[in-house]
């Protein structure tokens, strides 16, 4: 589904690149998660996937083409839920059909129909002041689903939340995915996040860097946190914060 073929990118107040002839690939329905220490490139390659900015070398692909050809093949969602606080939640879930001119019926139905599927459907005249963190999440999560894109960027969603919350978001998200099919490319710092959710996990550990390290999950789906006592899911745990402290070392 996205493909990186030899891309470089600098930031124009930077003295050194952030990624020189990066090439990797994610397949159609994946769940893959990046981790690398903070300001390594995990969220410049989120503004790359988006057109935020433009490599200096290289190509970006999706489905096959350059992404500078096409529209609306990603949606976006940051740290922080940015739900609008003077409008109602049925008004923030639509707000992305609105910019698309999906007609108001439509965008009511496909609503009430995301709220469902994420158990807010009694908040729907509410406003973003009446819910938990946990809750605006999933909200800010159905306003991403309805921006229509089949490949989804979560740029660590749930990293305000405290600790209960955020596992509950986890496991609720698995399911999400698991029920879409669509593909989620996910940014986090907690390393045993990444390997719960993940079908694969991207490694960071230079910059500038020209790849990622590819770590396989030994976990099949549907997962529960159980699984992550097994032997070799504690071991790829350990292996990771080892590659990560590596780094923070340097």
């Not at 390659?45 to 290289?58: D, S, T, W």
């Not at 923030?92 to 059909?97: D, K, T």
């Not at 698995?174 to 390393?191: A, E, M, Y």
Request: aromatic residues 10%; charged residues 30%.
């Amino acid at each position: 589904m996205l493909e990186f073929k030899g891309v470089s990118f600098q930031y124009d107040v930077d003295d050194f690149p952030m990624m020189t002839d990066l090439s990797f690939k994610v397949e159609d329905g994946e769940f893959v998660s990046i981790i690398g220490a903070s300001g390594c490139g995990k969220s410049t390659l989120f503004r790359l996937i988006n057109g935020l900015e433009k490599p200096q070398k290289g190509e970006i692909y999706y489905n096959g083409q350059p992404i500078e050809s096409q529209k609306n093949y990603s949606s976006f969602m940051p740290q922080k839920d940015l739900l609008l606080p003077w409008r109602t939640i049925e008004k923030n879930v639509c707000l992305p059909m609105e910019i698309m001119r999906v007609p108001k019926d439509e965008q009511k139905k496909a609503c009430r129909e995301a709220l469902e599927q994420v158990g807010l459907i009694d908040y729907i005249n509410k406003y973003p002041k009446d819910l938990s963190g946990g809750m605006k999440q999933r909200v800010a999560f159905a306003r991403t689903l309805l921006a229509g894109a089949d490949m989804l960027l979560l740029d660590e969603p749930f990293s305000a939340l405290d600790y209960l919350t955020r596992v509950d978001m986890q496991e609720w998200l698995l399911s999400q995915w698991q029920n879409s099919g669509k593909t989620i490319i996910f940014i986090t710092h907690d390393v045993e996040e990444a390997v719960f959710l993940s079908k694969r996990i991207f490694v960071i550990q230079d910059r500038p860097f020209s790849s990622m390290e590819s770590v396989d999950v030994p976990m099949d789906y549907p997962r529960n946190r159980a699984d992550l006592k097994r032997p070799e899911v504690a071991d790829l745990k350990e292996m990771l914060i080892s590659k990560l402290r590596k780094k923070g070392a340097r």
